[in-house]
């Protein structure tokens, strides 16, 4: 045998024994973690109906969202008596399969917008199958799988990768026409906001997996604040919940489960995410059943996804952004985090919830601390195992100073060269840096993280907003 062909079988043979341990170590995670999900969740509060008094409004990232999340408590509170909007942000033009199901072929740029009519269209149907009034619904017609890139881009239009267009093809938009840029979306929902005057807020979790829902948690975040700041709450302050779509292969089991219940994914049964249940009686999971079927266009290709909500109840999780932190007095970039101790975690992570977070513990994402100081801002990463040779991080700021600008960066850690865009040390299961801010007397400042092992994308956080110091 040629030493060629030896070198060449010794790597054949290596790629096939890691193959057959990613593949082993995937399977043996995803069977203990149905095993465990299958268990009886752990308790989780009841909440109570709408009542007549509130003002909801539903924030959905596309169309579908509002069923999935809050179909049922949509339903529930129009019978209260209680008022409700749906504000949906996206038209969901940007899903090749659905706009192939319209052209019957490859879709192009027109296919697209046909699409986004036809889920307007969908939603349209949809909540007036769950009580509310057709003109209750508002339609934004941000881009599909764009809203990060809005957030990151606050005053250039940003182009759909879909319709080919930056700004709205639809004529019935809550602001006709408006290009796509982060400012606007911020102001239509402010506006929106103003004009309705909420008493609760739901929008999807800031840790959900499609980076639309990221960005529309952070966006309504900045919104109530700025409301806020522009003293638009004559009558009270409103409270901000969370809900959950996409989140690996939750929720389980999936399938049309109607006498199930939802729980929390089992990584997120933690005190940091203080979960409540409101129950949904049978005819009220019927309402939200008939209006689910209204999506034609998204069942005909995931129903057994959509379906898996069709349970015995909804889960939501009130923001605790308000709540108040203590901060470190000093801090030493050494990757050392006693310096950290008195400060509770401004960020806390589920962890090994993925079967590459599981093998990759160096870059599942257990905490984040962070503050600003005199235009500096400060953070600690801790990951669930030591951090390898192949770790990289990006940490993602946006900031809003005192003049209502806003400002974006990105601070970069690569273990591999050994160097920073800024000041970090890794030690262990630390990353501890502080980076410099271009901006004056900040208002708020947010970060989001995201971890990398070589060239996998292995976690990431939502955006949270950091504590500032004088």
């Keep these: 045998m040629t030493l060629k062909r030896k070198v060449w079988r010794s790597f054949v043979a290596a790629l096939g024994l890691a193959g057959s341990y990613v593949g082993a170590t995937s399977l043996l995670f995803v069977v203990n973690t149905h095993q465990t999900r299958s268990l009886p969740a752990n308790p989780t509060p009841l909440l109570s109906a709408p009542r007549a008094e509130q003002r909801l409004l539903i ?5 579908d969202d509002e069923v999935l999340g809050c179909g049922g408590l949509i339903a529930q509170a129009v019978q209260s008596g209680a008022e409700v909007r749906v504000a949906v942000l996206t038209q969901g033009d940007g899903y090749p399969a659905a706009a192939a199901l319209i052209s019957r072929e490859k879709p192009a740029p027109d296919d697209f917008v046909n699409l986004g009519r036809l889920r307007q269209q969908e939603t349209l149907n949809a909540v007036q199958k769950l009580g509310l009034k057709p003109e209750h619904a508002l339609f934004f017609g941000y881009p599909d799988k764009g809203l990060w890139r809005l957030w990151r881009s606050p005053y250039q239009p940003v182009a759909s990768d879909f319709t080919r267009l930056s700004q709205s093809p639809y004529e019935n938009s809550f602001h006709p026409f408006t290009a796509y840029t982060g400012v606007n979306l911020l102001n239509d929902l402010t506006r929106l906001i103003r004009e309705f005057q909420p008493t609760d807020v739901y929008v999807t979790h800031p840790l959900d997996d499609h980076s639309d829902h990221m960005a529309a948690a952070v966006f309504t975040q900045e919104a109530l604040e700025q409301a806020k700041s522009q003293q638009f709450y004559p009558l009270q302050e409103p409270k901000l919940h969370y809900y959950l779509v996409h989140r690996g292969d939750w929720p389980l089991p999936q399938g049309y489960y109607p006498s199930a219940a939802l729980i929390p994914p089992i990584a997120w049964q933690l005190e940091a995410y203080d979960w409540g249940r409101l129950t949904l009686t049978k005819p009220v999971l019927l309402q939200k059943q008939t209006a689910l079927e209204d999506h034609a266009s998204q069942c005909a290709l995931m129903n057994r996804f959509l379906r898996s909500f069709l349970r015995q109840n909804e889960l939501f999780i009130e923001s605790r952004a308000g709540d108040a932190i203590d901060l470190p007095l000093e801090v030493t970039i050494d990757g050392d985090p006693s310096d950290w101790r008195s400060m509770r975690p401004t960020h806390i992570n589920p962890v090994n919830d993925d079967p590459l977070r599981h093998m990759q513990a160096g870059a599942d994402i257990a905490q984040i601390h962070a503050f600003t100081q005199e235009n500096r801002l400060y953070y600690l990463l801790q990951t669930r195992g030591n951090q390898s040779s ?3 991080a990006r940490f993602y700021w946006s900031g809003i100073d005192a003049a209502g600008q806003w400002h974006h960066g990105v601070f970069t850690f690569s273990s591999a060269k ?8 890794s030690r262990g299961q630390i990353l501890e840096g502080e980076g410099s801010l271009p901006g ?12 990398q092992s070589a060239l996998l994308k292995v976690d990431r956080s939502g955006y949270f907003a950091v504590p500032i110091l004088p």
Excluded: C
Aim: glycine share 0%.
């Design 418 to 425: 050994k160097r920073s865009q800024t000041r970090m040390v």
């Design 59 to 63: 924030i959905a990232p596309h169309p």
């Design 390 to 392: 192949l770790f990289n």
């Design 440 to 451: 004056q007397q900040w208002q708020r400042v947010y970060l989001m993280v995201d971890t």
